[in-house]
């Protein structure tokens, strides 16, 4: 392992004029998509799990865990985004406001037969995939799904158990996404990407929308307190762009300080930022990492503007980060829960847990404020997604953290 964990301050940017908008992700928008998604029948808000002595050791006031290993039984947030998105698809084919069409009006025959078939196609490295092929099953229409090169056999497997036509294909991910957009304009196929580019943004935007649920259930199990720190994982940084603008609209400039965390192979965003004309930087090749969720090299533009313009820092984290972040949250110190998360869904904790215990990055953590005062909120993402990987990292030691500062 010859990569280091690098931790870049955005403080040029920070201070400067920001440019983006931030209106769409305000708490009246992400309300609309927390109303959808309570009316999806086995709807609960995913558990916000409080780690006390983890916090303690690792010298922070607190840390709290939103764990999405929870969400529709899918083991991942990514559905939030695909559902929501699909309803305001079909919301519009039927001239309807999403508000009026909650989950069982627009999954009903009636709307099926009025819209007749519509062919929902995407590209994934499993998590938003299977999300899109669940809620394809339920509307009762059909998902064609790809996955990038190096793709989990597992992963696959789940996404046809919804029912989707799903297939891996020899490109990375940012291809596959070119290569699906080209498919469906083909076959006439729905793309609902879960990343925008010039031209294609309507879509993400909503997707973006849908994962704000689940920002609006961590601040009310919150109590409406927000935390001083939000480290959060980017792919293609909808995610992230979604935390960023909620908390930006939200608070202004009391906002939290957000940390965006990206696998040091596919660190488009890291990069981006330290890219002096602000532009995003793609990264390519084969991106391969354990955190498949976050194998992507080409931001989300919309995400990235406002990353760009409002977070604190960017970390590009090499796999070893992950793992201890796995293995932290799956052997818990006594008295404090486990959290079984997966690859993607970890970084943050082992990027939060290095940062406070390694003399190697003392001048990152005094930049970031990070000290018994701060408040920390990271997001699991994802459980175990791949069981088996999940096994030979967390059982078997896959990817030892040890040696790394
Ligand atoms: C588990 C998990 N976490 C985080 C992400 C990153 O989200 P985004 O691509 O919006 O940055 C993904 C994306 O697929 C994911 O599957």
Same mark, same amino acid.
């Given at each position: 392992?010859?990569? =280091? ?5 955005? %403080? ?38 409080? #780690? ?9 006031? $607190?840390?709290?865990?939103?764990? @999405? ?69 339920? #509307? ?10 190096? $793709?989990?056999?597992? *992963? ?28 469906? @304009?083909? =076959?006439?196929?729905? !793309? ?20 704000? $649920? ?21 792919? !293609? ?20 300080? !957000?940390?965006?965390?990206? &696998? ?14 602000? *532009? &995003? ?8 990492? !354990?955190?498949?969720?976050? %194998?992507?090299?080409? &931001? =989300? ?58 003399? &190697? ?9 990070? =000290? ?25 030691? @896959? ?7």
């Amino acid at each position: 392992m010859t990569q =280091n964990l690098n931790v870049f301050i955005n %403080a040029t940017r920070f201070s400067a004029a920001p440019t983006m908008h931030v209106d769409a992700f305000s708490h009246a928008e992400l309300s609309r998509a927390l109303a959808f998604h309570r009316s999806i029948p086995g709807y609960a808000p995913t558990p916000l799990v409080s #780690l006390p002595r983890l916090s303690q050791r690792l010298g922070v006031k $607190s840390l709290h865990v939103k764990d @999405e290993s929870a969400r529709f039984g899918l083991k991942a947030f990514k559905v939030l985004g695909g559902a929501y998105a699909m309803a305001w698809h079909i919301s519009e084919l039927v001239g309807e406001d999403i508000g009026k069409l909650p989950f069982e009006v627009i999954t009903s025959d009636k709307v099926r037969n009025s819209i007749g078939e519509v062919v929902f196609a995407t590209t994934t490295d499993g998590n938003h995939g299977r999300g899109v092929a669940w809620t394809a099953r339920q #509307l009762k229409q059909k998902a064609v799904v790809y996955m990038p090169r190096g $793709s989990s056999e597992e *992963r696959l497997a789940a996404i046809r158990r919804e029912g989707a036509q799903a297939s891996i294909v020899d490109m990375n991910y940012d291809e596959a996404v070119r290569m699906s957009a080209t498919e469906a @304009e083909k =076959n006439g196929w729905l !793309v609902v990407q879960d990343t925008a580019w010039t031209g294609y943004e309507k879509i993400p935007l909503w997707i973006m929308q849908g994962y704000g $649920s689940l920002m609006l259930e961590a601040m009310q199990q919150l109590h409406e307190v927000p935390p001083t720190h939000i480290f959060i994982q980017a792919g !293609v940084g909808s995610l992230a762009g979604m935390v960023q603008g909620m908390v930006t609209s939200a608070w202004g400039k009391d906002r939290p300080k !957000v940390i965006v965390a990206e &696998a040091a192979v596919a660190d488009c965003l890291y990069r981006s930022s330290r890219n002096a004309d602000g *532009r &995003a930087v793609a990264v390519g090749g084969d991106l391969a990492t !354990v955190m498949a969720g976050l %194998a992507c090299g080409e &931001a =989300n533009s919309i995400g990235w503007n406002i990353l760009r313009d409002y977070s604190t820092a960017f970390a590009s984290c090499p796999d070893f980060v992950a793992t201890r972040g796995m293995r932290i949250l799956g052997n818990p110190l006594p008295g404090d829960p486990a959290v079984i998360s997966g690859e993607s869904g970890a970084v943050t904790t082992g990027l939060l847990s290095i940062l406070m215990q390694s003399p &190697a990055h003392t001048a990152t953590r005094e930049a970031l404020a990070l =000290n018994e005062d701060s408040r920390v909120l990271v997001v699991s993402t994802e459980g175990d997604t791949d069981p088996q990987r999940y096994r030979d990292i967390v059982w078997d030691g @896959e990817i030892p953290s040890k040696q790394h500062p």
